[in-house]
DNA sequence: CGAAAAATGTTGCTTTATGTTGATTATTTT
DNA sequence: AAAATAATCAACATAAAGCAACATTTTTCG
């Protein structure tokens, strides 16, 4: 058994079918690793083989958020930890949906007497199970992938607070539309918790600057003010000048 | 116990795998250091190694609620799996706050297109990831370690709802007073999903069935209608002749 | 303060994983 | 159907991680 195993079953379990060829090159390592390695997996059962491709077996249980969740999660484990060197004992913060956000959550039980604002049920169930966090959530009914709220109370929940800092999460970054998402409504969220915020923060690994494709996309607009960004690896030279007048902060060089 | 220990736990929680050369570069400590922190870990089955790694048992969305899961596990899981089959697909649910939920929502996740409504961020969370699911988040302040809400708001949107199966849970029953909770509020909660409901299921594990000491806890009184009872264990004997009344469904004699 | 205990570091050796080469089997092409 | 291509597998060499025993440091407690 190795180390690769646990990200060569999330990367499978990502993207449905992946070659051997394609894991090696991902992974750094040669093809022979990857066959030892998906070997006990196949008989096992948690993937499939075939001539040329490595298939995951569907698991009904498995909803995407979760699979997500396990997609990049050291990059996202490593911005995390060092996005909350930011953040204090006992201020107030508000933190929208997202995996990134979920792994900022995780990583926030690290500090004490927090107040949280957040329309994402799982961040809001994250830090309400730390004594000493003031949590509300924000918003009823619930979106059925990522358990997070865009209906009319989430809103008025927002409008009523006012937190020390927001944390963002974004789809990608367009290298000069900037700050996009996959709906309308995260961007109002994102407008509404930036307004409320004295400062605000994007959470952002690297997989998310891509190059110029932004399909259906919104923009996030009408940020109450200049965005810190923290980031895991080092901007790809495409998006400095969108970012240069924005303050980023590496995670780790590499 | 070494001082390292809450923080590898921590590192390798949030990160899902992480060598023994990371932790030991990260916490400037010797790599023999590591392994001797991690052994006894490994062998409590906190964490799981292998040969250049050690991974993470739980997946990080489920952590934090599992730790504190652990008491009672398997007759919690016993008993949920037996009140899911008491569920149909499609069905409207409400459900309250607690471990015993947080087990019952687990495994209601091997059911297609429910709506539920709850006061517990971890309930709401966990369900709404299911695809298909209408959850409703009733509340919007939390309580600091459980993540469930008793605010206004929970009430409001509990009493605009309707649904076929109201799922409860108790801090104890008591032989001559019944079903009893820690405090007013979930009282309070119990009896507003009680009364929405078609049909109320107390879901309640063995150990909860205690003598009569019921030291500072409160009544759930004013039920809608005579509730299903599941439990894991046969009932004890002091407990028959108030329970008479109520349709008994035992997960797992023995 | 000082001895005992616990924790950490160091060294040398063992075990395990990975990379490389070349042969074997499956798939596609002509 | 045979040749060409791609994927797989086996076997050995190499590199990396693990482990045990002893040395050293730090902590605990009388």
Avoid at 21 to 32: I, K, M, N, P, Y
Avoid at 125 to 135: A, E, Y
Avoid at 181 to 204: G, H, R
């Amino acid at each position: 058994m190795s180390k690769y195993q646990q990200q060569i079953e999330n990367e499978i379990a990502l993207r449905g079918t992946m070659t051997v060829a394609e894991l090696s090159e991902l992974l750094g390592v040669s093809d022979q690793t990857i066959r030892r390695i998906v070997k006990p997996l196949e008989e096992s059962g948690k993937v499939q083989k075939v001539h040329g491709a490595i298939k995951s077996v569907e698991n009904p249980m498995t909803a995407p958020f979760q699979i997500r969740m396990l997609h990049n999660r050291r990059a996202k484990a490593e911005l995390a930890s060092k996005l909350v060197e930011l953040i204090e004992d006992g201020q107030s913060l508000a933190i929208d949906t997202g995996s990134t956000a979920g792994f900022v959550a995780q990583a926030l039980k690290a500090k004490r007497n927090l107040t949280i604002v957040t329309n994402s049920a799982y961040v809001a169930s994250t830090l309400s199970m730390k004594p000493g966090n003031r949590v509300f959530m924000a918003g009823t009914q619930l979106r059925d992938h990522d358990g997070a709220s865009f209906d009319r109370t989430a809103f008025a929940t927002i409008e009523r607070m006012q937190v020390d800092i927001c944390i963002l999460t974004v789809g990608q970054v367009h290298p000069e539309r900037g700050f996009l998402v996959n709906e309308q409504c995260e961007a109002d969220i994102a407008k509404a918790m930036s307004a409320i915020a004295d400062k605000t923060i994007f959470a952002i690994d690297h997989s998310k600057f891509l190059p110029a494709t932004a399909a259906g996309m919104v923009k996030i607009s009408g940020l109450a003010s200049k965005p810190k960004i923290v980031t895991d690896l080092p901007l790809p030279k495409s998006h400095c000048r969108f970012l240069k007048e924005a303050e980023v902060i590496v995670a780790k060089l590499g």
